[in-house]
């Protein structure tokens, strides 16, 4: 048997004996009150489902309409792609987990969650900032921009953005999981987040923190200073625009993309670049819930509500299905009267006019 006195000389060996690690972990959540919880419910269930279609129909009419098959939209559908993933990773759990009593997660799906969130929220970074080169190119350098934003540069950087973003998730993941806790499995938070994850560790946590702010500048400040290296060319170019018509046109094509790149960029800044901040820890919880469930719904707002391509897109497939729906419908009710009688005469006519009447409104469009 070990004595005190090895035990005084062999230090590494005694915290090795203490380390353990657990099976699963508490989450405190946001409320312990019921109707609290059955209000938060409702809630973010509607926030997620909003994210959802709303994310899900800015995928559907790029795929649809040729129109939107560029770079710009190719780089958009991507990152509708990684707010449903982003969203989907956590939400889903955090919905079960207000009617429940006990708030538990397995330490696999912990580090699975940890895993998803931090490689989508990463992608999402570098995404924003491969769009924001895209209006750099389109506004500052026109002529060249079918030569510069070519089919193998976009695909490339959306492909060198996923694999920045899986690669440091995965390191950061592994590194933030092998953490002792003593016992202690309390997370006073709604996910598995990687602060509260080293917060709850019971050993020097050094090395942890130097790597998440490495993590940060290399995911976050340095795409956040690209972004703005990008839009401080974008605004000088405008600046020397003469015509007022010319500048008000080039400053829509950056809108919607500048305010979502300052909601994200803002939020992850505040929550990441600082671990050793004194914010509380529900000031945190409510920081990353913004990031994580309302922006990814407000993204796919501001992209529609700011873009003609989109509003005309939608009207487009709008029209096609209603025209479908009445053909259809309208064909059903002349194989009733057929197997009933003769169609009348107004419905006869009424089915003659609707290509006709196709035709008219893609010749107007």
């Not at 719904?297 to 009207?315: C, H, Q, T, V």
């Not at 197997?339 to 893609?362: C, E, K, N, W, Y």
Request: charged fraction near 10%; hydrophobic fraction near 50%; glycine fraction near 4%.
């Amino acid at each position: 048997m070990v004595s005190h006195g090895d035990q005084v000389d062999l230090p590494y060996s005694l915290r090795v004996e203490n380390m353990t690690w657990v099976n699963e972990f508490i989450l405190l959540g946001l409320s312990t009150d019921q109707q609290t919880q059955v209000g938060l419910f409702v809630l973010f269930g509607a926030t997620y489902l909003l994210t959802l279609l709303g994310n899900g129909l800015i995928i559907l009419l790029i795929w649809l309409d040729v129109r939107l098959h560029s770079p710009m939209y190719f780089f958009l559908c991507n990152l509708s792609v990684v707010d449903i993933c982003y969203t989907t990773s956590g939400v889903p759990q955090m919905l079960a987990h207000f009617l429940m009593g006990k708030k538990t997660i397995s330490y696999t799906r912990c580090a699975a969650q940890l895993f998803f969130s931090l490689a989508l929220g990463g992608i999402e970074f570098l995404l924003l900032a491969a769009m924001a080169y895209d209006r750099y190119v389109a506004v500052c350098d026109p002529l060249q921009y079918v030569m510069v934003m070519r089919r193998g540069m976009y695909v490339g950087l959306v492909i060198i953005s996923w694999f920045i973003g899986l690669a440091n998730s995965a390191l950061e993941t592994a590194i933030t999981m092998r953490l002792p806790t003593c016992g202690q499995n309390v997370l006073n938070h709604v996910a598995c987040e990687t602060v509260a994850l080293v917060r709850l560790a019971c050993v020097d946590i050094t090395f942890n923190q130097i790597i998440i702010l490495v993590s940060s500048i290399i995911v976050l400040l340095v795409p956040c200073c690209l972004v703005s290296l990008s839009y401080a060319h974008i605004v000088a170019a405008i600046l020397r625009i003469r015509s007022t018509q010319g500048r008000c046109k080039a400053f829509e094509t950056c809108t919607s993309h500048l305010t979502v790149v300052s909601m994200s960029y803002g939020m992850a800044l505040f929550t990441y670049m600082q671990p050793h901040t004194s914010a509380s820890a529900e000031q945190d919880k409510m920081v990353v819930l913004f990031y994580a469930v309302v922006t990814p719904m407000l993204n796919p707002l501001i992209y529609s509500l700011r873009n003609k391509d989109m509003k005309a897109a939608l009207k487009k497939i709008l029209f096609q299905f209603s025209y479908t729906f009445s053909l259809s419908t309208c064909s059903e009710i002349v194989t009733l009267a057929s197997f009933l009688g003769q169609p009348s005469r107004r419905d006869t006519v009424f089915i003659s006019a609707l290509p006709r009447a196709s035709i008219t409104h893609s010749q107007v469009e």
